[in-house]
């Protein structure tokens, strides 16, 4: 998967990387390589190069300020790896403000031998969140179908695309992953059984069960904060209605009564009210009401296409796919102001996603008529795009 940066912010914070110093029998890349790589895709960072090829300190003792400053930088993160008596290694590093000449982080990671590259993304997690005063979101995960060769392939990658597997493959559609909100299992919809069923699988091994296969179609299953039950969009009763059941399975429980068609169900962070969406006002629009049922409430007003929401970590936000003018894209609402925002430029956007900073927004689109992955920061600024063989769709960043 190659990661194009097609936007980004306005002004870039100038920060340089030196090569970590490595022992001989350390495996993998580089942990500064990686480091580099997370931050300057971010569209917030730009790497600035060594002054002069033997200005690369490794040792705080060793850091000439001088070379860095003419060099431009802002920001200077060195490090060391060191390997432990039982093998692991110790990762080492130092972030320092270049032009106050003073140290800003100084901290370590263990990890085993082959935890180079995901102690890289945590380092820029920490550096991102220490120069910005947010937190970065490098070292999370993303489940995404891929139809490749007439199959269907459920992958889960590293947030760089990095450590892609496939956990579920089928001839059939695969649609609408859904993490867990401990990250360990991954709910998702097969037609295998030439119908829509909805299925839980462990990533720790690979089993899975079948959480709702009723009469008629099982669909849009959605984790609730605490983990004990999703929400499913069930046909078996009448048109598709929302339905909460048991993450270990059993009999689900109807939440809501109505002659309208509502599915996509999400769960707010506090467990309190299912967002979702809905065509009992003529057209599709979201609505909220009480986990416990009851009377729905209408969010989006704008347009009159507005389906797929997403809700934000903090649940400040509600991200989901507008219609305006034929075309598709992602927009986000603040739910206190009501005040809404399109982010996208692209024509065929679904499935937004949020990162677990809450600061992007994953998503997926057409270019030149394939699918590709895309990410867009909730101010607009910054965009990415992830392409690969094949047609990427219905991306989920992991909490």
Same mark, same amino acid.
């Given at each position: 998967?190659?990661?194009?940066?097609?936007?980004?912010?306005?002004?870039?914070?100038?920060?340089?990387?030196?090569?970590?110093?490595?022992?001989?029998?350390?495996?993998?890349?580089?942990?500064?390589?990686?480091?580099?790589?997370?931050?300057?895709?971010?569209?917030?960072?730009?790497?600035?190069?060594?002054?002069?090829?033997?200005?690369?300190?490794?040792?705080?003792?060793?850091?000439?300020?001088?070379?860095?400053?003419? @060099?431009?930088?802002?920001?200077?993160?060195?490090?060391?790896?060191?390997?432990?008596?039982?093998?692991?290694?110790?990762?080492?590093?130092?972030?320092?403000?270049?032009?106050?000449?003073?140290?800003?982080?100084?901290?370590?990671?263990?990890?085993?031998?082959?935890?180079?590259?995901?102690? @890289?993304?945590?380092?820029?997690?920490?550096?991102?969140? $220490?120069?910005?005063?947010?937190?970065?979101?490098?070292?999370?995960?993303?489940?995404?179908?891929? $139809?490749?060769?007439?199959? &269907?392939?459920?992958?889960?990658?590293?947030?760089?695309?990095?450590? @892609?597997?496939? %956990?579920?493959?089928?001839?059939?559609?695969?649609?609408?992953?859904?993490?867990?909100?401990?990250?360990?299992?991954?709910? &998702?919809?097969?037609?295998?059984?030439?119908?829509?069923?909805?299925?839980?699988?462990?990533?720790?091994?690979?089993?899975?069960?079948?959480?709702?296969?009723?009469?008629?179609?099982?669909?849009?299953?959605?984790?609730?904060?605490?983990?004990?039950?999703?929400?499913?969009?069930?046909?078996?009763?009448?048109?598709?209605?929302? &339905?909460?059941?048991?993450?270990?399975?059993?009999?689900?429980?109807?939440?809501?009564?109505?002659?309208?068609?509502?599915?996509?169900?999400?769960?707010?962070?506090?467990?309190?009210?299912? #967002?979702?969406?809905?065509?009992?006002?003529?057209?599709?629009? %979201?609505?909220?009401?009480?986990?416990?049922?009851?009377?729905?409430?209408?969010?989006?007003?704008?347009?009159? #296409?507005?389906?797929?929401?997403?809700?934000?970590?903090?649940?400040?936000?509600?991200?989901? %796919?507008?219609?305006?003018?034929?075309?598709?894209?992602?927009?986000?609402?603040?739910?206190?102001?009501?005040?809404?925002?399109?982010?996208?430029?692209?024509?065929?956007?679904?499935?937004?996603?949020?990162?677990?900073?809450?600061?992007?927004?994953?998503?997926?689109?057409?270019?030149?008529?394939?699918?590709?992955?895309?990410?867009?920061?909730?101010?607009?600024?910054? $965009?990415?795009?992830?392409?690969?063989?094949?047609?990427?769709?219905?991306?989920?960043? @992991?909490?």
């Amino acid at each position: 998967m190659t990661i194009e940066i097609v936007g980004g912010a306005a002004k870039r914070l100038p920060v340089a990387i030196v090569p970590f110093a490595m022992p001989a029998a350390a495996l993998g890349e580089n942990p500064a390589t990686v480091v580099a790589a997370d931050l300057g895709r971010s569209g917030y960072f730009q790497i600035v190069e060594a002054a002069q090829a033997d200005a690369r300190p490794t040792r705080p003792q060793d850091i000439r300020m001088g070379d860095w400053r003419r @060099a431009g930088a802002d920001a200077l993160l060195i490090g060391q790896v060191a390997t432990l008596p039982d093998n692991r290694l110790e990762v080492r590093f130092w972030l320092y403000d270049v032009v106050r000449a003073s140290e800003l982080l100084a901290s370590s990671l263990t990890v085993p031998a082959s935890g180079l590259r995901a102690a @890289a993304h945590q380092i820029a997690d920490m550096v991102h969140e $220490k120069l910005l005063g947010e937190p970065g979101s490098y070292s999370g995960r993303i489940a995404y179908v891929l $139809k490749r060769d007439g199959w &269907y392939e459920l992958q889960v990658a590293d947030a760089d695309s990095h450590n @892609a597997h496939t %956990i579920a493959r089928s001839p059939e559609p695969i649609i609408s992953p859904a993490w867990s909100p401990d990250g360990t299992r991954i709910a &998702y919809v097969s037609f295998e059984q030439k119908k829509p069923v909805v299925y839980v699988q462990r990533l720790a091994d690979g089993s899975r069960r079948v959480l709702a296969n009723f009469r008629g179609s099982n669909s849009a299953p959605a984790w609730s904060p605490d983990g004990r039950q999703l929400a499913v969009v069930l046909s078996r009763d009448a048109t598709s209605q929302i &339905y909460l059941i048991d993450a270990e399975g059993g009999e689900p429980r109807r939440i809501a009564s109505s002659l309208a068609l509502d599915t996509e169900p999400v769960f707010s962070p506090d467990g309190q009210w299912l #967002y979702f969406t809905s065509d009992r006002g003529g057209s599709p629009q %979201i609505y909220r009401m009480p986990v416990t049922g009851g009377q729905a409430q209408r969010i989006t007003y704008e347009g009159g #296409y507005n389906v797929s929401p997403a809700l934000s970590p903090d649940g400040r936000l509600l991200a989901f %796919i507008h219609r305006r003018d034929g075309q598709f894209h992602v927009a986000v609402m603040d739910l206190a102001t009501r005040q809404m925002r399109v982010l996208t430029d692209t024509a065929f956007d679904e499935s937004p996603s949020f990162a677990p900073n809450g600061r992007s927004i994953l998503y997926a689109t057409l270019v030149n008529g394939r699918g590709v992955l895309a990410t867009v920061s909730v101010d607009g600024r910054v $965009k990415q795009r992830l392409t690969q063989t094949g047609d990427l769709r219905e991306p989920a960043w @992991a909490p």
